[in-house]
């Protein structure tokens, strides 16, 4: 049977996946006697399963010519075409809303974003809000699998960093086009489901138990394993579990942190555990230096406050710090007294940069990456050495000499793309007749795929339902960009991916 899948393109695969999906709303929906949601997913189910089968059928033997062009073609099609068959029945579940709206919340969905138009979740039924859930959660395992899959053996999606050597990208690149991309995602997908699915239904019965009812425990477990930061609820400030559900969500964010936490066995460049590594040391480094300086800094012009204040202000400083370095964007319960507790705004411009540093390289999350982040700041501490010892000679091995020479450079090169990204972007939206600072925000939202960054960042919440279409339709675009990264669009410009 794996057999078959595998000679079949993964595009198919996809589809049939994602018609697969549709049955969970439709049988929660069944469940809570709401009939026509549940029709609309169980029609669009067989409609799209029935043309998958025939797709392929169509399709089954045919060798492409090109597989590592295929791989990536796949990986753009998904995030962009698939929203349009997953937008069907979310779009037929509820009157009133455009089929454009529906598409941009599926591919904000996917791309584990997290952006809505709906500023109300009670403007969505109940299965609703889990079917963008479920569709986040998919999202982020396939980027699981993709990282391993496709951008692994291409050296791409911050893999570069470690294989920087003159000539290795193209000898990987060759070794990758010599193997199907179905059978690749199909043999990474059987190893890491087990791991996702277990990790999710762990986090939902701690939620559970913390006090939060069934759905939303298991939105947020989603979501939370995804980064995409889902609510039916409108974020844990409304969540019955309170700080108990923080503690469970704040350890599984690790995961978002480093792919040594998850994937240890699966990539090639990792020999080591999760403590030693780098991403995952340098992302706690992150987290405490942070939300220390948020303590600090507001503690310093407030002497008069409690312990309970205090403590309630670190807390509030640490989870949401953790949430928005790994482009979640949950805020905590105590937030607002981190943020508030001396009468000082939030900091906005805190928030933005911990998303665009983003997770780890092959998680979740989105953003430059620790890795990248890594890979600079050790260029910058050897350079520093370099003036004051100008005779040093640089130890740690060839492959720290690697990162600091060859992976910073290739690091510096994806940071302006990525920054030129943004200022692409706010070009764009400007032009659409935003103001200059809710352009900022929407882009760096967009492109680190960390939709909620909208709500809290400004001085005054952005909400995407009073956007213009065209502003919408280049924020889903820069979603993609984002969650692809622009190396990806850049390798498909190789020329050697098009000569025959």
């Known amino acids: 049977m794996s057999g078959r899948l595998a000679r079949l393109p993964l595009i198919v695969l ?10 969970v709303p439709a049988a929660h929906a069944f469940g809570r006697v ?6 609309q997913f ?3 189910a067989i409609l799209f399963g029935i043309v998958t089968a025939l797709i392929a059928i169509a399709s089954a033997g045919r060798e492409p010519r090109d597989l590592a062009r295929r791989q990536l073609l796949t990986l753009v099609g998904a995030f962009s075409l698939l929203p349009l068959m997953l937008a069907v029945p979310f779009h037929s579940a509820q009157a009133g809303v455009g089929f454009f709206d529906s598409w941009f919340e599926m591919v904000s969905s996917l791309t584990t974003t997290g952006a809505t138009i709906y500023d109300r979740p009670a403007l969505l039924n109940p299965s609703l809000h889990l079917w963008r859930a479920e569709v986040g959660w998919l999202g982020g395992f396939l980027m699981w699998v ?6 692994m053996p291409l050296t791409i999606g911050g893999f570069e960093v470690l294989s920087a050597e003159k000539g290795s990208l193209s000898a990987v690149t060759a070794s990758a086009t010599s193997q199907g991309s179905s059978a690749r995602v199909i043999h990474f997908a059987a190893r890491l489901a087990p791991l996702y699915v277990a990790l999710t239904g762990a986090l939902w019965l701690l939620l559970i138990l913390a006090g939060d009812t069934p759905l939303v425990a298991l939105c947020h477990a989603m979501s939370t394993l995804a980064t995409s930061g889902i609510s039916p609820i409108g974020g844990l400030q409304y969540d019955q579990a309170g700080r108990t559900g923080e503690i469970a969500i704040l350890i599984f964010l690790m995961f978002a942190l480093s792919r040594a936490t998850f994937s240890r066995g699966l990539s090639l460049d990792l020999h080591r555990g999760f403590w030693a590594d780098e991403e995952f040391r340098l992302g706690l ?15 310093l012009t407030n002497f008069d406050a409690t312990a309970t204040e205090a403590a309630r202000a670190i807390w509030g400083g640490v989870f949401t710090v953790a949430s928005f370095l790994t482009t979640t964007g949950f805020e905590s319960v105590d937030w607002i007294n981190t943020s508030t507790w001396a009468g000082l705004k939030a900091p906005g411009l805190v928030l933005i940069g911990l998303s665009i540093i983003g997770g780890g ?19 910058g501490q050897a350079e520093l050495d370099f003036l004051a010892y100008p005779s040093i000679v ?21 940071f302006m ?7 692409a972007i706010m070009l764009a939206l400007t032009l659409t007749g935003l103001q200059f600072e809710t352009a900022a925000v929407l882009a760096s939202a967009a492109l680190s795929n960390t939709g909620p960054l909208a709500e809290v960042a400004g001085e005054i919440p952005v909400l995407y339902d009073g956007l213009p279409d065209i502003a919408k339709l280049i924020l889903a675009g820069a979603m993609i960009l984002g969650r692809l990264e622009m190396l990806v669009i850049i390798s498909l410009m190789n020329p050697d991916f098009w000569r025959s």
Do not use: E
């Open 14 to 23: 996809l589809m049939g996946a994602g018609a697969l999906a549709m049955l």
């Open 34 to 39: 709401d009939h026509q949601t549940s029709r």
């Open 394 to 414: 640089s130890g740690s091995g060839a492959d720290a000499r690697r990162i600091r020479r060859q992976g910073a450079f290739v690091a510096w090169v994806f």
């Open 146 to 151: 993709a990282a391993l899959a496709v951008f």
């Open 417 to 423: 793309l990525f920054a030129l990204s943004i200022c």
């Open 42 to 44: 169980l029609y669009a």
């Open 285 to 299: 480094a992150i987290i405490g230096a942070v939300a220390l300086f948020l303590f600090v800094r507001h503690f």
């Open 361 to 379: 390289v092959a998680t979740t999350a989105g953003g430059v990456k620790l890795l990248r982040i890594y890979a600079l700041a050790r260029h």
